[in-house]
Nanobody, 126 residues
Framework: VQLQASGGGLVQAGDSLRLSCTAS????????VGWFRQVPGKEREFVAA????????IHADSVKGRFAISRDAAKSTVYLQMDSLKPEDTAVYYC????????????????????WGQGTQVTVSS
């Protein structure tokens, strides 16, 4: 499974962006998909995830109320709607997917995911 993250760009603080995650082969509908972000020199951190079974969604505290993860099963696409962006949201954003076996309590951990996209840059200016 090859993942493609897109939708990043340069915006001003307070603006919105919507990131998309698609699979070049196969479908994301049966997989848990997570979004992570990384700033140079820092560890990759969890942003949000949506589970395949039941559609449970979780968000990091730092983005709760501003970001929303969703899934369009027909398009096999997972979105990350980012509103009220802040300069500290600047990072490369990666989407990741599992093999279909992830458990609910493990959705926040990078090691739970088997496939990763190449990342898309989000830059928020003040």
């Amino acid at each position: 499974v090859q993942l493609q993250a897109s939708g990043g760009g340069l915006v001003q603080a307070g603006d919105s962006l919507r990131l998309s995650c698609t699979a070049s082969a196969g479908t994301l509908s049966s997989r848990t998909v997570g979004w992570f972000r990384q700033v140079p020199g820092k560890e990759r951190e969890f942003v949000a995830a949506i589970r395949s079974r039941g559609g449970t969604k979780i968000h990091a505290d730092s983005v709760k109320g501003r970001f929303a993860i969703s899934r369009d099963a027909a398009k096999s696409t997972v979105y990350l709607q980012m509103d009220s962006l802040k300069p500290e949201d600047t990072a490369v954003y990666y989407c990741a997917a599992d093999r279909g076996t992830i458990i609910l309590s493990a959705m926040r951990f990078q090691t739970s995911y088997d496939y990763w996209g190449q990342g898309t840059q989000v830059t928020v200016s003040s």
